[in-house]
Structure formats: structure tokens, C-alpha cells
């Protein structure tokens, strides 16, 4: 298990997180032209084989998001993302979003990987896998935004009571030392549960954590390796597959550092096309897993297909 390391003993409670935790989509929901909008009717989980680990991603939310040039692509002008928007057969005044916490059963743990926007959205997925919280052994923390936090804990209620929680530790010392109500009600009551961890620690065997910094000052991702086979969790290390991924110097508003995140984009997503690595995104189109391959300057997202279940 990954050393501990020390953290203060009085924590002042950190900064509101960008990114609200939207609601989940219902059955049906209005639009605005009064109609109902269909029920997507998305599985609310997906299971690949890596070696020895058994990796189920899990929809834990999705929602429709207008005018996303507010969020992506923000040093480009107008032109510029319609066109490239265009191509890739993407309207400009929606998008989708996907919330894909990720299960990874490695024979002797059961660690989940981040726990959505709220208790129920994380066990409702977690029940249609067959994972009750009970399962749970350990629970990651890539980062601390609201959509990654909110599954920890409910009415003065933890989720997880049985697991242990394991988080990077510049992740956890930047919150704690900003105003983040979300901070507060979350991960602080947890706080003598958790194992600060940094760069190469191993959170379980074949189970590796990576520094991936500039999306918030902590941010990690984790690759995991078994029987020979590597993939990656990416978190929110590109928040989406064409204007993040794509582009990986398009400006993301969620990121807090956006010129690190940048690099980090690039160092990354190179290292996982040159070494053909699968990959889970947290806010990849559902069900999160694909491939990275390179693109003109940038990058492009394969979605798997087959692949790991042969």
C-alpha cells in the first residue's frame, strides 16, 4: 500500500468547485419546445478484461450542456471551432456530457476510481454492475471536483464505509486550504480515512498512479497493468474527444492551470499513441474506453470496439 503522508491537523475548508453536479437525466425530460425528450437508454455499465483485472466503467450521469465554446476551445475564435466542430459532426450549441467512474477488480481488491455526482447516481451504477458500496475495498480520488466527490457521502451519511480512501496529496493540500463547501461536506469528514499519496505510488499491485497536473494543482491518473496488457485512467485529463483530445492546446475552462494542462495533454496522450495503450476518460462518450492516435498537431480518439473482449 501507498506511504502516508502527514497533513494538517485543522483544515480550512476550500474554494467552490467549477463544475456543479448536474442532475442525472431522467425517463423522459422537457425541452423546450415542450416535447419530451427520449430516454437515451444507455447501459449504465461496460466490462473489458486486462490481464488478470476485471475493469467496468460506469454511468453514473449525463447531461446536455449548451454553448460549449464557454467551455472548450476558449483561445479560438468562432470560425475556428465551427469548422473544426463541423468535421467532426458536432453541433456547436450543445453537447453531452458523460460522468464514468471506473470499478477495477483485481482478484484481491475492488477499487473504484472517483464516485460521481452523488450517492445515488454511484450505487444506482454500481447495483446494474452487481457491486454493492459494501464491495468496495478502495475508493480513488483523481481529483476533488464536485463531479468526482459527490458519491462520498450523503446526509452526514458515507457511502463507503467500509473502503479505504486514497487521494493525491497536492490534491488534498490545495483544497484544504481553499473556501470549498463542496470540500467541506464531502472529503473533509473523511479525512483521518485517507492516504495521501504522490507521483509512482502503487495503490495496489498493477495499479500505478501518475501526476497529471494542471486541471486542478493534484490531478492523477492511474495505469494499470496485468498479464502483459496496460491501460490507462485518464480522468479529466482531456474532458473531451474532440476539443480537448483533438486539440489539446484548446483552452478548457475547468482547467485551472489551462498552459499545464496543456503539456500535460500532450505528454500523455502522446505516450499512450506511440505506446497504443487504451485508455478510460472520465467525460468520454459513453463508455469511455478507446484508443489515441496521433492527428496533424493533435491527437485522435478511437473508441473501442472489440478489442478487450478477446
Known sequence: MPVTFSRRAALSMGAALPLAAPALLTATSARADGHAKADPGLAKFRRAQLGDFEVTTLLAGTRTVEGPQGIFGMNVDEATFAEVSEANFLPIDAAQFFFTPTVVNTGSEVILFDT?????SITGALGAAGYA???ITHVVITHMHGDHIGGLMGDASETFEGAAYITGAAEH???SGADSDSFKGKVAP????????????AIASGVTAMAAFGHTPGHM????????????LIADMANHYVWSLGYPDWEVRFDMDKAAAAATRRR???MLAADRIPMVGYHMPWPGMGYVT??????????ISYQMML
Open 116 to 120: 460521481g455526482l452523488s450517492p445515488d
Open 133 to 135: 458500496p459494501s464491495d
Open 173 to 175: 493540500n490545495h483544497w
Open 190 to 201: 473523511l479525512n483521518d480515512k485517507f492516504t495521501f499519496i504522490d507521483d509512482g505510488a
Open 221 to 232: 491518473t492511474y495505469m494499470l497493468e496485468s498479464g502483459g496488457k496496460q491501460l490507462m
Open 268 to 270: 500523455v496522450l502522446g
Open 294 to 303: 496521433t492527428r496533424d498537431d493533435g491527437f485522435e480518439y478511437v473508441p
